[in-house]
Nanobody, 121 residues
Framework: QVQLVESGGGLVQPGGRLRLSCAAS????????MSWVRQAPGKGLQWVSA????????SYADSVKGRFTISRDNDKYTLYLQMNSLKPEDTAVYYC??????????????RGQGTQVTVSS
């Protein structure tokens, strides 16, 4: 079955950077679009970014555009999210999800257990 394991979260000061990773297994990673989504305290799931199966096409939510970069290594079955210029409003649990923007936040999407990102001074 699909397994997604996120890592790389932590506490960082405003303006700092983090790199999240997501190790995938149980499916053909190179055939799947992938996304990052996040959930801030008391809020619903928010789509953050997506990448197509080959890594050639990416998309971002307006709130992170220009600061976050999604990438993937299909040989390593790993998805990444480089987060720069972090803001307090980026504080959330970050999940990787199998699927593109229209699917990743739905109840049917496969997601990992999440990794906490806290941006605070």
């Amino acid at each position: 079955q699909v397994q997604l394991v996120e890592s790389g979260g932590g506490l960082v000061q405003p303006g700092g950077r983090l790199r999240l990773s997501c190790a995938a297994s149980g499916f053909t990673f190179s055939s799947a679009a992938m996304s990052w989504v996040r959930q801030a305290p008391g809020k619903g799931l928010q789509w953050v970014s997506a990448i197509d199966s080959g890594g050639g096409s990416t998309s971002y939510a307006d709130s992170v555009k220009g600061r976050f970069t999604i990438s993937r290594d299909n040989d390593k079955y790993t998805l990444y999210l480089q987060m720069n210029s972090l803001k307090p409003e980026d504080t959330a649990v970050y999940y990787c999800a199998k699927g593109g923007p229209g699917w990743a936040t739905t109840s049917g999407a496969s997601r990992g257990q999440g990794t906490q990102v806290t941006v605070s001074s």
